[in-house]
C-alpha cells in the first residue's frame, strides 16, 4: 500500500494478487483505511485458503502463552486481555481475516463511553498483538490497529475538587465509603492502596500509614492527622484484616451510582492529584512529594502540576 499527496487530496494505491487499485480522498487517515479493507478484500480468498480461520480470541490466548508470560506487568496485562475477551465477545470471537479498522475503532469508541482512562494502552497491546502475529507467526494480513488514531491525552491533568464537591460525597455514604474518601484526599493513596490498607499499617504511634503494597513496590510511610486516625478506629467493628471492609470493585459500583446520584464527573484518581497540587501549593519541595505518593522519578510528579 502506498499512498502519496496530490495537491490537498491524498491518493492510496494498493496493489494485491496482480491488480491495482486507486482511490483519492480528502485526509490520510481515510486513504490509509480504505486502502487497508482494499487489501484484505483482495486477500481473503487466499487467506482462508491457507487456512487463516483463528479468531481474535485465539491469537490473544496464544500472544498471553507466548509473550505476555515474559513481562513483568503479566499479571496486570492478562486481565486486560481476559477483560477484553470476557466484555467484547462481538470482536473477540470474530475471525482475524474479517477484522477492520472500523472494529478498533467502534473499541475505542466503547472504551471511551465506559470512561476507562487506559484505552491507549489497550490499543498498543493489540498493536503489539497483530505485529507479533505478522512479523513472528508470519500471518500475511495487514495490521487493523496501526491506523487506528489514538486518544489525545493532555500532560499533567489536574481536576481541582471543589469544596462543596467534597462535602457532598462526605455527606451522601456510609462510614465506609466517608472513610474511603478522606483517606484519599488527605493522603493521596491510590485507590488500590487504600483497599490494601490492614490495620497492622496504621501506626497510632507515630501517625502514619505504612504503605507496604504500593505499585512500584516501595515501603512508604504517610503521615495522617489524629482526627482521621480515630475516624478510621470504629471500621475495626468490621473485623476484617482490611482497614476497608469492601473491595476495590464494590466501592467504584458505589462511586458510579453516587456521582450519577449528585450529577458529577470525576474519577476517584483526582484526590491523588488534588493532593499533589495542596502539596505543592505549600511550597513542598519534590523529592518530598515523590518520598510521601510513591512516585518513582521526580518527573511523574510534574505530570500532576496544575494551575488554580
Known sequence: MYIRKIGKRYQCQVRARNQSY????VDKTSAKLWGHETFLSAMKGVLLGKGLKKTLKELIKQYIEEFTVTKKSKVNETKIWERLIRN???LANKRVINLTPQDFIRFKNIRMKDGYRTTNYELTLLNNLFNKAIKIWLLPINNPVSNVPKLKENKGRYRPIESHEYRKLLHYGDKV??????IARKTGLRHGEIHRLTWLDLDDLRNVLVVRTSKNNNLRTVPITKWLLNYLMPLKKYKTSRIIPISQNAFI???QKTLKKLKMHMHIHDFRRNFVQSLINKKVDIPTIARLTGH??????QLYWGKR
Open 22 to 25: 486507486y482511490k483519492t480522498f
Open 88 to 90: 467484547h465477545s462481538w
Open 177 to 182: 465509603f466517608t472513610a474511603v474518601i478522606l
Open 296 to 301: 518513582s522519578s521526580w518527573q511523574q510528579v
Open 253 to 255: 459500583k458505589r462511586w
